[in-house]
């Protein structure tokens, strides 16, 4: 898309919409030398400016005047994008009112329900799933709405995915799932929800890892409370390792102390180590004290 060079009565029109100035926006418009969807360098127009700042009585007067909520950035991001990404619900419903594609992706594909999720704005969330937003629709890396949700720990918008059919268990282009996100991330209640709604426990992500080995690895016991209600793999994964293996050699006596006594001490990782040689290896010398001490004593 060509985008023409801005004037300067379209970048005193474009710093009113920034600025919230509904005044100054209609005098401008009054003299008839700008154009209500006049766009910047980037594509952005008014409507996108308002709506991103949160400026209501701004988005309301532009609508008024017909602005076209259709218009998008180069990025492919709309005002009712911006609305969501800021969880300015008043302002998603004047547009979706005004006829705003719901599930208008950006350029990597994130739709407007995405960001609201991202950003927990759960009310926005609500709002667009009644109006009909796509609760599966992805990013290009296949990212869902409900996997970013996990990921930002935002427990109350999985939820609401998980009531309106998001798929549990939709992965990520490198097979990383929700509750393998929450694992990672140390989102204990959110895993906890996740696995009630029949997430898999075991499910791989590309390189072998499944939630409780990441969830060990990180250190997150309250994580690996929550997987071990589930009886997930305590074995040699295809990465190599098993879960006691990760919090091994990373020193998280707390989740070694949570697998160490449901797992085979004789397990050997692809090293052809075992947990306590592992973390010898790695001089986890408090790990090495406490796996010595479950030893069968001969």
Sequence with gaps: MSLKKESRTDVQFHLAALRGDCERLRQLLDTGKVHIDSRDRDGTTPLILSAAMGHTECVRELLAQGADPACCRTTGTSA????????????????LDSGAAIDAPSTDGGTPLFVACQCGHLPVVEELIRRGANVNACMKDKASPLF????????????????????????????????????????DHVARALLAAGARVDQ??????????????????????????????????????????????????????????????RLRNAAGLTPLQAAAAARKHDVVAYLKRLEPHT
């Design 80 to 95: 009712l994008f911006f609305a969501a990404q800021g969880g300015f619900l008043d302002i998603a419903r004047l547009l």
């Design 148 to 187: 970013i949700a996990a990921q930002n720990g935002h427990e109350d918008v999985c939820h609401v995915l998980l009531q309106h059919g998001a798929l549990v268990d939709c992965a990520r282009a490198d097979g990383a799932s929700a509750l393998w996100i929450a694992a990672q991330c140390g989102h």
């Design 204 to 265: 791989l992500r590309q390189d072998g890892a499944t939630p409780l080995f990441k969830a060990a690895h990180k250190g997150h016991a309250a994580v690996v409370v929550e997987l071990l209600k589930y009886k997930p793999n305590l074995g040699i994964l295809p990465n190599g390792q098993s879960a006691l293996h990760g919090a091994a050699m990373f020193g998280h006596l707390s989740c070694v102390k949570l697998l160490a006594r449901r797992t085979d001490p």
